[in-house]
């Protein structure tokens, strides 16, 4: 009876063994491109008419700090837009077997994305598969730096392979 205890405890016990010793994995350079989004942004922008909801304009303040082991961002945000408020909490990450960023994001408003991601010089861009009215959809968001404390945002979409449609567009500061 004692025998399936031995054989879980040293499957527990022989990773110990092996990598007991070794250092605990350090984030890479491409990790720590994500540093960009540390500290607290102020953002605003405008809205178009879409099939998300009607036009408006938005504003709100997103928090990032890195998670327990340096790999991992995690940010706050508040927003204020067409719709009312809304709060979401964000992971940005950096899959090294992929060598592409990860985005994972869920909202008070109950939905939640996912997303893979590229840094192009000082242009940040997440693309994800979605559905508008039904049909298979694209979307693409781009962040490009325009300082260390700057920088501007657009999101837009591609129903069935169609024209890209810009949705959402603004700007980001990051308060000292």
């Given at each position: 009876?004692?025998?399936?205890?031995?054989?879980?405890?040293?499957?527990?016990?022989?990773?110990?063994?092996?990598?007991?010793?070794?250092?605990?994995?350090?984030?890479?350079?491409?990790?720590?491109?994500?540093?960009?989004?540390?500290?607290?942004?102020?953002?605003?922008?405008?809205?178009?008419?879409?099939?998300?909801?009607?036009?408006?304009?938005?504003?709100?303040?997103?928090?990032?700090?890195?998670?327990?082991?340096?790999?991992?961002?995690?940010?706050?945000?508040?927003?204020?837009?067409?719709?009312?408020?809304?709060?979401?909490?964000?992971?940005?990450?950096?899959?090294?077997?992929?060598?592409?960023?990860?985005?994972?994001?869920?909202?008070?408003?109950?939905?939640?994305?996912?997303?893979?991601?590229?840094?192009?010089?000082?242009?940040?861009?997440?693309?994800?598969?979605?559905?508008?009215?039904?049909?298979?959809?694209?979307?693409?968001?781009?962040?490009?730096?325009?300082?260390?404390?700057?920088?501007?945002?657009?999101?837009?979409?591609?129903?069935?392979?169609?024209?890209?449609?810009?949705f959402l567009e603004g700007k980001s500061?990051?308060?000292?």
């Amino acid at each position: 009876m004692k025998r399936p205890l031995v054989i879980v405890l040293l499957a527990l016990a022989i990773p110990s063994l092996a990598f007991g010793q070794a250092q605990p994995p350090k984030p890479g350079p491409e990790v720590q491109k994500l540093a960009y989004f540390l500290g607290t942004w102020k953002g605003e922008g405008e809205i178009k008419a879409s099939p998300f909801g009607p036009a408006g304009k938005f504003s709100g303040t997103e928090s990032c700090e890195w998670f327990a082991g340096g790999f991992h961002v995690v940010c706050r945000i508040e927003s204020t837009g067409p719709e009312g408020r809304m709060t979401e909490l964000e992971i940005l990450a950096y899959d090294a077997e992929a060598k592409a960023y990860t985005y994972y994001s869920i909202s008070s408003r109950g939905w939640s994305d996912t997303s893979k991601g590229s840094l192009t010089g000082n242009t940040w861009t997440w693309v994800w598969d979605d559905r508008v009215a039904g049909k298979p959809a694209k979307f693409r968001e781009t962040v490009e730096q325009l300082s260390p404390t700057s920088d501007t945002f657009k999101t837009e979409y591609s129903v069935a392979s169609g024209p890209w449609t810009v949705f959402l567009e603004g700007k980001s500061t990051k308060v000292k």
